[in-house]
């Protein structure tokens, strides 16, 4: 039987294995359980006992909650996203958690070194999305069973040069002299400071490149018969796509016709702006609504794109409106398109 001693011990690491797989297993069956077990400050009480390591990265002073309709998904912070639907927040669930969740902010991998001389290697064998930092500062959140390699000598050649062989996206760090070149099979796309996503998996027939922030080019690689709309010159929200089968190309160009900006005209001076706030199930498009008018952003969004989404969550003052929307859209399937003036956030 699952009682409150039971479940203290687990929260301490001082079950046997056999209590431990009765817990996680209980756990997985009655998500909601839990919080007949510890109230929000018990559980802060336990993050003190806690195994050294488990406290930092479950526990946290903002708790963040997503759910839709039934399904419940708790998020902390630049902690842990789900890979279905439920994260239980305040405190860690060991290896029941490790195999469900995707980090958001996942470690850097280990270099491999490439048989080809002068090349590195980045090859990401595992199930989930990890980091990398290259010499020049740019990041890359490598997909799953993704692999990137570069030159040896990348920080001092004329151009940055990437390969790319899976999904991958791409965080550039700005160079007027050195354009960075991310080479994905046929295509290559040219991008001198920006964020995008390029896919381009083995057993797919299209390679999509999708621009979030400033502006990318699309190019050929050895093919001049396929013709490249707008020149393959991209603007964030853009997807551009090639079929490997068909050698076409097309640009999927989302419409802002039925963008609706978030937050109130009617607001004659700044708002107050509290310590801290907290959503307590509310409609995702109320949460975006708030949120602009907390920050005075312009945002806007699609309301089809947020029907029967949920928000439960605490923010502070200091944290900043791009983290919030980044994990809201994590959590979400949405993506976060940002332009000098505006901040849009559709499928």
């Given at each position: 039987m699952?009682?409150?001693?039971?479940?203290?011990?687990?929260?301490?690491?001082?079950?046997?294995?056999?209590?431990?797989?009765?817990v996680?297993?209980?756990?997985?069956?009655?998500?909601?359980?839990?919080?007949?077990?510890l109230?929000?400050?018990?559980?802060?009480?336990?993050?003190?006992?806690?195994?050294?390591?488990i406290?930092?990265?479950?526990?946290g002073?903002i708790?963040r909650?997503?759910?839709?309709?039934?399904?419940?998904?708790?998020?902390?912070?630049?902690?842990s996203?789900?890979?279905?639907?439920?994260i239980?927040?305040?405190?860690?669930?060991?290896?029941?958690q490790?195999?469900?969740?995707?980090?958001?902010n996942?470690?850097?991998?280990?270099?491999?070194?490439?048989?080809?001389?002068?090349?590195?290697?980045?090859?990401?064998?595992t199930?989930?999305?990890?980091?990398?930092?290259?010499?020049?500062?740019?990041?890359?959140?490598l997909?799953?069973?993704?692999s990137?390699k570069?030159?040896?000598?990348?920080?001092?050649?004329?151009?940055?040069?990437?390969?790319?062989?899976?999904?991958?996206f791409?965080?550039?760090?700005?160079?007027?002299?050195?354009?960075?070149?991310v080479?994905?099979?046929?295509i290559?796309t040219i991008?001198?400071?920006t964020?995008?996503?390029?896919?381009?998996?083995?057993?797919?027939?299209n390679?999509?490149?999708?621009?979030?922030?400033?502006?990318?080019?699309?190019k050929?690689?050895?093919?001049?018969k396929?013709?490249?709309?707008?020149?393959?010159l991209l603007?964030?929200?853009?997807?551009?796509?090639?079929s490997?089968?068909?050698?076409?190309?097309?640009?999927?160009?989302?419409?802002?016709?039925?963008l609706?900006?978030?937050?109130?005209?009617?607001l004659?001076?700044?708002?107050?702006?509290p310590?801290?706030?907290?959503?307590?199930?509310?409609?995702?498009?109320?949460?975006i609504?708030?949120?602009?008018?907390?920050?005075?952003?312009?945002?806007?969004?699609?309301?089809?794109?947020?029907?029967?989404?949920?928000?439960?969550g605490?923010?502070?003052?200091?944290?900043s409106?791009?983290?919030?929307?980044d994990?809201?859209?994590?959590?979400?399937?949405?993506?976060?398109?940002?332009?000098?003036?505006k901040?849009?956030?559709?499928?």
């Amino acid at each position: 039987m699952i009682d409150q001693v039971l479940m203290e011990r687990f929260f301490r690491n001082e079950c046997t294995a056999e209590e431990k797989a009765a817990v996680i297993k209980f756990l997985d069956e009655n998500p909601d359980a839990i919080d007949l077990f510890l109230s929000e400050s018990e559980s802060y009480e336990i993050a003190g006992k806690l195994m050294p390591g488990i406290s930092q990265q479950w526990l946290g002073k903002i708790h963040r909650e997503a759910f839709e309709k039934a399904s419940v998904v708790r998020l902390f912070r630049r902690l842990s996203v789900a890979a279905a639907v439920v994260i239980i927040a305040g405190f860690a669930i060991f290896k029941w958690q490790q195999e469900r969740i995707k980090s958001i902010n996942p470690p850097v991998i280990a270099v491999k070194e490439s048989s080809q001389p002068g090349m590195v290697t980045y090859n990401n064998s595992t199930s989930k999305e990890e980091n990398i930092i290259l010499p020049d500062g740019s990041s890359i959140r490598l997909a799953a069973y993704s692999s990137v390699k570069y030159s040896s000598q990348f920080k001092q050649d004329r151009e940055r040069i990437v390969y790319l062989d899976g999904q991958a996206f791409f965080d550039v760090k700005h160079d007027k002299a050195r354009a960075f070149i991310v080479n994905a099979g046929d295509i290559a796309t040219i991008d001198i400071g920006t964020t995008f996503r390029i896919s381009n998996r083995k057993g797919e027939d299209n390679i999509r490149v999708r621009l979030f922030t400033g502006e990318v080019q699309v190019k050929l690689n050895g093919n001049n018969k396929v013709v490249i709309p707008n020149k393959g010159l991209l603007s964030p929200g853009d997807e551009f796509v090639y079929s490997k089968k068909l050698l076409t190309a097309y640009i999927n160009r989302p419409s802002n016709k039925l963008l609706v900006k978030a937050g109130s005209s009617k607001l004659s001076g700044p708002p107050a702006r509290p310590d801290w706030f907290k959503f307590n199930g509310q409609p995702l498009s109320e949460v975006i609504e708030q949120l602009a008018n907390y920050y005075q952003a312009e945002i806007y969004y699609n309301p089809a794109d947020l029907k029967d989404k949920y928000f439960t969550g605490k923010f502070d003052r200091t944290d900043s409106l791009e983290r919030m929307l980044d994990d809201i859209a994590s959590l979400n399937d949405l993506s976060v398109i940002k332009t000098k003036n505006k901040i849009i956030i559709r499928k």
